[in-house]
């Protein structure tokens, strides 16, 4: 499957930005879909995950301010964010991971799929 993630941007504290991933190739109802950042320096971490069935898992510092969902018609996911902080700045990905590979959803080494990455800056 390949994605493409899109969507970023420069946007000021409190601000909101709707990122979005479009998958081609295969149809990812039946994947575990995921939402990753890394900021200049740090690991890539796991910001959210929605799974084939819409169970979602947030990060504790995004709680109450992202949204995940998918669109399996579409083959879209996204990711809204809202309540921006300097501190959401960073590259954001969307993965893919097979329900039927190895590995729990909230490591990034059982993701097999990766796009190609969208800048997210948030101003202070």
């Known amino acids: 499957v390949q994605l493409q993630a899109s969507g970023g941007g420069l946007v000021q504290t409190g601000g909101s930005l709707r990122l979005s991933c479009a998958a081609s190739?295969?149809?990812?109802?039946?994947?575990?879909m995921g939402w990753f950042r890394q900021a200049p320096g740090k690991e890539r971490e796991l910001v959210a995950a929605i799974s084939s069935d819409d169970m979602t898992y947030y990060a504790d510092s995004v709680k109450g301010r992202f949204t995940i969902s998918r669109d399996n018609v579409k083959n879209m996911v996204y990711l809204q964010m809202n309540s921006l902080k300097p501190e959401d700045t960073a590259v954001y990905y969307c993965?893919?991971?097979?329900?039927?590979?190895?590995?729990?959803?909230?490591?990034?080494?059982?993701?097999?799929?990766w796009g190609q990455g969208t800048q997210v800056t948030v101003s202070s």
């Open positions: 993965a893919a991971k097979s329900i039927y590979s190895s590995g729990s959803y909230y490591y990034k080494f059982s993701y097999g799929y």
């Open positions: 190739g295969r149809a990812i109802s039946s994947y575990y």
